[in-house]
């Protein structure tokens, strides 16, 4: 094969890479037990002060070219009544490797819900992430 036959060879096999969906097994489900301790951690939710489920969860990815990355974005209630919402983020398929933060802390869920919304959406239109349409 003369060098431009290798390089439309090599153009085509690098296309239909980039069309193959990307190979999951209820990734959303293993993000969350993986980060689910994480974020209750970081928040001061740990053991039993907090309810066990989150009142609300997203989970963000951006699988695009070379990206493999996560958000994930919960609110909990903690045993005085409080809302807390939480950001983790990381790269799928390096666990132990997550970086989380609180996003708003208060007594009224909207003011919460508000504030996690707003870093959502912030993430989507700025950074590219999608709704993991895969998570439960």
């Known amino acids: ?27 959303g489900v293993e ?23 989150p009142v609300f969860s997203k989970l963000l990815t951006n699988t695009k070219g070379t990206h493999n990355k996560f958000h994930y974005f919960a609110i909990y209630q903690d045993q005085s009544g409080e809302f807390v919402g939480g950001n983790c983020a990381g790269r799928i ?25 707003q870093k959502m959406m912030m993430k989507m239109h700025d950074k590219g992430y999608e709704l993991d349409r895969f998570a439960a």
């Open 93 to 117: 398929g390096y666990p132990n490797t997550y970086d989380a933060v609180v996003v708003g802390r208060s007594s009224d869920y909207q003011d919460v819900e508000r504030k996690v919304t």
């Open 31 to 53: 993000l969350r037990r993986d980060i689910t301790p994480v974020l209750r951690q970081v928040i001061g939710l740990e053991g039993n002060a907090a309810r066990a489920n």
């Open 1 to 27: 094969m003369n060098r431009i036959a290798v390089a439309q060879e090599l153009v085509r096999i690098a296309e239909m890479l980039t069309a193959m969906p990307m190979m999951r097994v209820d990734m």
